[in-house]
T-cell receptor
Framework: DTGVSQDPRHKITKRGQNVTFRCDPI?????LYWYRQTLGQGPEFLTYFQNEAQLEKSRLLSDRFSAERPKGSFSTLEIQRTEQGDSAMYLCASSQSGASEGYTFGSGTRLTVV | KQEVTQIPAALSVPEGENLVLNCSFTDSAIYNLQWFRQDPGKGLTSLLLIQSSQREQTSGRLNASLDKSSGRSTLYIAASQPGDSATYLC???????????FGPGTRLSVLP
């Protein structure tokens, strides 16, 4: 297990389409986080899971966004009816047993809505 | 609400110089602070993690310090190299919280 994997690396979609991203965390990490990053800004928190439970959601996570982690392993982030404002880098991170361990980030999925 | 700022927003230095990047946060009640590096179009690579009980951490040419009472952290890079060119982000976890709050980053260019 070499780190956090995200798929796809890049996604171009037409406005109004649905998209789904996948994140595979480090296997022994029980916490998984989703962040969004727009150009020139730091990442903004979207949501996080401990095992399969979604424990916190940001107000940035509108009703068009849904995230799941059904078996406490990989996670998916779905965006319905995409808008041009959804264009961003979507980053996934994982950690183990609390914040003292720090985060390990994946390489991200870059979404472009045209 | 925790806010994190980083100064300068961009920095350009000749190769070999020592440099300091600054990070400030408004709520001193943090659990830990982490410095990351981000290359263009890429994800984040962890550089150094400082727990709230620690004052500094070192890794190779990098040294990060933390002063909780003043709400500040610095990242010192010694003998900079062109390969250090990237955006450097600091992030803090608030007490009893589980998600990091990030600063906007400092974009560093090291010229050969």
């Amino acid at each position: 297990d070499t780190g956090v994997s995200q798929d796809p690396r890049h996604k171009i979609t037409k406005r109004g389409q649905n998209v789904t991203f996948r994140c595979d965390p480090i296997s022994e990490h029980n916490r998984l986080y989703w962040y969004r990053q727009t150009l020139g800004q730091g990442p903004e928190f979207l949501t996080y899971f401990q095992n399969e439970a979604q424990l916190e959601k940001s107000r940035l996570l509108s009703d068009r966004f849904s995230a799941e982690r059904p078996k406490g392993s990989f996670s998916t982030l779905e965006i319905q009816r995409t808008e041009q404002g959804d264009s961003a880098m979507y980053l996934c991170a994982s950690s183990q047993s609390g914040a003292s361990e720090g985060y390990t980030f994946g390489s991200g999925t870059r979404l472009t809505v045209v | 609400k925790q806010e994190v700022t980083q100064i300068p927003a961009a920095l350009s230095v000749p190769e070999g110089e020592n440099l300091v990047l600054n990070c400030s946060f408004t709520d001193s009640a943090i659990y830990n602070l982490q410095w990351f590096r981000q290359d263009p179009g890429k994800g984040l690579t962890s550089l150094l993690l400082i727990q709230s009980s620690q004052r500094e951490q070192t890794s190779g040419r990098l040294n990060a310090s933390l002063d909780k009472s003043s709400g500040r952290s610095t990242l010192y890079i010694a003998a900079s190299q062109p390969g250090d060119s990237a955006t450097y982000l600091c992030a803090v976890i608030r007490n009893y919280g589980q998600n990091f709050v990030f600063g906007p980053g400092t974009r560093l260019s090291v010229l050969p």
